[in-house]
């Protein structure tokens, strides 16, 4: 049954494989450049808050923009195609062929032509994400030394650790599924694009929730020392000590004039300070990364099993 699966699904297989060798080619390339070009360009005391670190960041930025494009994308666009093109023809093929009929009636059961396809397809998938999540993690220092967002960039946090292994097998997992509900391929591969990006709104607006954010009063400044904290929510704290969204009657005029308007926040935010009240940022310590990672991939793979589940009963029942 190995040698089967392997034989009706190395197309998948060898594209996916190649794929990912041309994304490890195309991440050393400009990993090594950029490495280069860092040692060429950077400031003394870089990586730092200097202004010159922030030109060189900039710099990095807009020499390696289609890079970036490539790896903005990446978080959604990837485990859409894994379930469009691993999970959504695995059954849904079968039964828009008509093969079905032919498979099941054969001396290997139905319930071990199911498991075998599922356990060989989604182990390669997990080991997919996996080796993904590696060639990101060994790229991204050459880009971010010493600024490490990988907790507070949501998208590179989809892209680093458990999270590409758990969100492909998901996807793997939602397009077999799929595919035998509509019984078509094409329908199923649509269900997939639009459950991935659902999937991955809601968790993303779930994340927050997670664990409790811790709370912090800030005076004199609005933002954070660590820029990779997941921000949830802020508020002004007035003299009395109630949390306000905006000050409303605080005698701090707050100016807008075109071109300004970051000069003039500042001006009017150190009136307000200078007035007495605080700032309360309600956030999430980088610290929480691995907590985080387990806590959605355990979403993500408690989801997997679900439907897969409901993969194997649909499959099993066969009607028709």
Request: aromatic fraction near 12%.
């Amino acid at each position: 049954m190995i040698w089967v699966t392997w034989r009706q699904h190395r197309a998948q297989i060898l594209v996916t494989a190649g794929l990912l060798a041309l994304l490890g080619v195309l991440l050393l390339g400009s990993g090594v450049e950029a490495s280069r070009y860092v040692a060429e360009h950077a400031p003394p005391g870089c990586p730092g808050p200097a202004v010159a670190c922030g030109d060189l960041a900039l710099a990095l930025a807009q020499r390696y923009d289609a890079v970036y494009s490539i790896f903005g994308w990446m978080p959604l666009v990837a485990p859409a195609l894994i379930g469009a093109f691993w999970g959504a023809p695995l059954l849904g093929r079968e039964y828009e062929r008509g093969t079905h009929r032919l498979a099941w009636t054969q001396a290997v059961p139905v319930w071990r032509w199911l498991a075998v396809k599922l356990s060989v397809l989604g182990g390669a998938v997990v080991t997919g994400g996996l080796l993904l999540s590696l060639m990101v993690s060994l790229w991204r220092p050459v880009f971010r030394a010493g600024v490490d967002s990988t907790f507070g960039n949501i998208g590179v946090f989809n892209m680093v650790g458990v999270e590409p292994a758990a969100w492909w097998l998901y996807a793997f997992a939602l397009g077999t599924a799929a595919g035998t509900l509509f019984r078509r391929t094409l329908p199923a591969m649509a269900l997939v694009v639009a459950g991935v990006t659902v999937t991955m709104f809601t968790l993303f607006q779930l994340s927050d929730y997670y664990a409790e954010p811790t709370r912090t009063e800030l005076s004199g400044t609005v933002l954070l020392d660590d820029p990779d904290a997941r921000l949830v929510s802020a508020a002004w704290v007035e003299p009395s000590g109630r949390e306000v969204a905006e000050p409303s009657v605080s005698g701090c005029p707050r100016r807008v004039d075109v071109g300004q308007s970051e000069k003039n926040a500042r001006a009017w935010q150190a009136c307000l300070f200078g007035k007495g009240y605080r700032y309360a940022v309600y956030y999430h310590a980088p610290s929480r990364f691995w907590r985080f990672q387990w806590t959605e991939a355990g979403i993500l793979a408690l989801a997997s099993a679900a439907l897969g589940g409901l993969a194997v009963r649909r499959t099993l029942r066969r009607p028709g």
